[in-house]
């Protein structure tokens, strides 16, 4: 892999899986975050995916190890001074990530590629919050949840980014085992505006008694080989999120993705999804 050193801003769900699959990938591996506690739960979680890989004959404990000892868990932004490749994967808002490029700017190497894991934000947008001279090596790498399972990457260029640039980031993550498929910088790029449209609809279907989140997420696993459904799938994504991505993209394109009552309801009553311990889907008795 041309890219030896990986820095991930954000140790959040996202953030610290992506950094695994480069840690897995052979890469030296920052992962940086404002808490010690986020760090601390994104090292355990880490652990935690590795022993499974080990379990499931993956990988072996050798190489889980090896990968484990790549990962460096820091507070300090000024590790990031020798990265080849940084990724930033924070809060899905626009002024939270141009806050974080400001205090990036002056630590990373001049020659560094730089990405956004945004799913929905413009790249040309946030790219304007760099510095005319870095705008060339910055661009979107949008990862899916669970990023040690998923294999796509949507690769989007800004206007101003170097092709060069793009296909060296592109080799990263096929080096790293996933599938990079190029997609331009629209809002919401490719698959979540068909997935928040998909999750619009689903909304609809409840709110109109056609059926139950329950028989529509049957249905759809069965009518349509997904292997979970929209509702189910919403509870993992978290709630809160799903509902602010229609919101930019009801933004940026009008009615056809204009939030769901029954969404800001959830959201508003807190069921938020698993990991609030209730969603569509009531987790508080799973151990």
């Known amino acids: 892999m041309d890219i030896k050193t990986v820095g991930v801003v954000g140790a959040g769900m996202m953030g610290s899986e992506i950094a695994l699959v480069f840690a897995l990938a052979g890469a030296d591996v920052v992962l940086a975050d404002k808490g010690a506690e986020a760090l601390e739960r994104a090292r355990s979680k880490l652990a935690g995916v590795l022993e499974k ?101 949507e690769v989007i260029p800004g206007f101003d980014t170097d092709p060069e640039a793009l296909a060296r980031a592109r080799a990263a993550c ?8 190029p997609v331009k910088d629209v809002v919401g790029f490719a698959v979540n505006r068909l997935l928040m449209a998909f999750f619009i609809e689903a909304n609809k279907l409840v709110e109109e008694g056609v059926a139950t989140p329950e028989d529509i997420d049957t249905a759809c696993r069965l009518g349509l080989g997904h292997p979970v459904g929209p509702f189910k799938l919403l509870d993992e994504v978290s709630n809160p ?18 939030p769901p009552l029954l969404m800001k ?3 508003g009553a807190g069921r938020h999804g698993r990991k609030a311990g209730r969603g569509w889907y009531d987790y508080r008795e799973e151990s």
């Open 241 to 258: 999120l799903a509902l602010q991505v229609m919101e930019i993209l009801h933004e940026a394109y009008g009615p056809r993705f204009q």
């Open 53 to 153: 890989g080990v379990a499931k004959g993956a990988y072996d404990q050798a190489a889980a190890d090896e990968t484990l000892a790549r990962l460096t868990f820091t507070e300090d932004l000024q590790t990031f001074a020798d990265r080849d490749l940084v990724i930033e994967a924070v809060f899905e808002d626009e002024g939270v990530k141009a806050d974080l490029y400001r205090r990036l700017e002056p630590v990373l190497p001049a020659d560094c590629l730089i990405a956004s894991n945004t799913s929905s934000i413009s790249i040309s947008v946030l790219a304007s919050h760099w510095p005319e001279a870095r705008r060339a090596r910055f661009m979107g790498l949008h990862f899916f949840s669970p990023v040690s399972r998923m294999k796509l990457v």
């Open 265 to 267: 309801q959830m959201v």
């Open 174 to 181: 096929e080096a790293a085992g996933k599938v990079a498929v």
